[in-house]
């Protein structure tokens, strides 16, 4: 069986950002990148299927900038067998990297996909369920257990109010949930030999995927603050604040 | 043309969400459709119609539909969303599963829980975990979107809506529903709850979880958690409030022990008031409390019980 997972390059989660003054975006200059969580996530779980013997090979895919190969490298590192990374540049809408996974999907013959159910960055949650939909997979999304049953993948799946589980044929499509595993680290051995693995670097044009966008960014601002109020000195005193003065009791 | 607003529902009753999709649908403007589907589904149709601005209730009930399962809903929503300028549901864990898949079989992109709406083309959204607000616009000729529940108010009852039955169905073999398995709590829904009360990592464990049940029973209030507590196994993760759980804005949330990352914030900064307690007179979370106190949850939270029952 063949895995394909993708891995995002973000802000790591641990930084707090700003929005730039002038409105254009964020204020990311000297930022610590990392992957996305939820990719870790996805890449620590193919490896587990990998580990347990019922998958041979994990192609990591990238899509953006060349610096996206460290995380590809990560990827590698952690225990994937080779990476792609489909060079764009800037911002790449998820429809258009969901296309760019299709082809991918076709191209290598891949068995499961498993990506991150969103990326810290953006927040939009939509690139595993879209794939679904261009290849007319099944999805298991939001998944907290993925387990490969004779050639279907069971997927239990966060929903509000509790759990679902269902049964997918395979090929599919994962996206992960926080508590489907806990990722390992990269081991000093394993990032070396992770240098010999490959990357190959292509093209949207060489997958014959458009990338153009319908969507425009007019701006971006930072939120209301909530200023901080006071402190009561007793749980009474909270009480009667909470009573008398907000009136929400 | 009209807007079209997908229902949540359990084939026995409408989810809340979907009041605050229509209300949604209604700022945009233009008649507002709903489409139900579902099996053995017909109460939900009749409370769809009596909404106020929905003028048709499209009724699609086929077994096909018995578990919301995307891979045979999004071919029936696309179906219908071709003759439509909007298509809605909620930003729930169902709307979120379903729309990107509908975006994709028309071709178009998907806005993610909007929470502003500028003009039938222009959109505000949170981004990393609500430290920003993107303001987006879409040349789409469909627009595609999930409504962060919260930011809408809800659609009022009052209106009569004719019902359109279709037996659009598609069967599809290569998805099998196993189960589900539901909390059943007698507390309100977090997501539509006044009153919110949150324990996090300062909870210790699972157990004390009785403390903040106790002042909830007071106060009618839904449990909620940070992802601390749900990473540290105190509660289910269905109970996690933040950019990763549940976006919530209650009247009043208290949160107990909770340090306040921002991952925690964003789910639930749009409160109308907050109150924290918590012994870290440092924590983050007084930042952004109305109403702080600095003490030890132990020793607070029966006292709080205590001072409720008067």
Known sequence: MKILVGVKRVVDANVKVRVKSDGTGMDLANAKMAINPFCEIAVEEAIRMKEAGVADEIIAVSVGPQVCQEQIRTALALGSDRGILVETEGQTDPLAVAKIFKAIIEKEEIDLVILGKLSIDTDNNQVGQMLAALCNYPQGTFACSAEIKEGKVEVSREIDGGEQTVLLDLPAIVTTDLRLNEPRYASLPNIMKAKKKPIDIIQPSDLGVDISSNLKTLGIEAPAERSAGVKVESVAELVDKLRNEAKVI | ?310
């Open chain 2, 1 to 310: 043309m009209a807007i079209l607003v997908v229902a949540e529902h359990d084939n026995s009753s409408l989810k809340p969400g979907t009041l605050n999709a229509v209300s949604a649908a209604q700022q945009i403007g233009g008649d507002v459709n709903v489409l139900v589907a579902g099996s053995d589904s017909r109460a939900v149709v009749e409370a769809a119609a009596q909404l106020t601005g929905v003028v048709k209730v499209i009724h699609a009930d086929n077994a096909c539909y018995e578990h919301q399962l995307a891979e045979s809903v999004a071919p029936l929503v696309a179906e219908f969303g071709k003759n439509h300028t909007h298509v809605l549901a909620a930003a729930t864990t169902t709307g979120k599963n379903l729309l990107p898949r509908v975006a994709a079989l028309l071709d178009v992109a998907q806005i993610s829980d909007i929470v502003e709406i500028k003009s039938e083309d222009t959109f505000v959204r949170p981004i990393y975990a609500g430290n920003a607000l993107a303001t987006v616009q879409s040349s789409d000729s469909i627009k595609v979107l999930t409504v962060r529940t919260t930011a809408f108010a809800d659609a009022v009852i009052g209106g009569e809506a004719i019902i359109e039955d279709t037996d659009f169905g598609v069967e599809q073999g290569s998805t099998k529903f196993l189960g589900e398995t539901l909390s059943v709590s007698a507390r309100p829904e977090l997501t539509s709850a006044s009153i919110i009360i949150s324990g996090g990592r300062g909870m210790q464990d699972g157990e004390n979880f009785v403390l903040l049940e106790k002042v909830a029973d007071k106060l009618g209030a839904a449990i909620g958690a940070s992802r601390a507590a749900v990473d540290a196994g105190f509660v289910p993760n269905d109970y996690q409030v933040g950019q990763t759980g549940k976006i919530v804005a209650p009247d009043l949330y208290v949160a107990v022990g909770i340090s306040g990352a921002i991952q925690h914030l964003a789910g639930m900064k749009d409160s109308k008031v907050i109150a924290a307690i918590n012994k870290d007179e440092e924590a983050p979370i007084f930042q952004v409390a109305d109403y702080g106190l600095v003490a030890d949850l132990f020793k607070a939270l029966p006292e709080l019980e205590e001072l409720l029952t008067d």
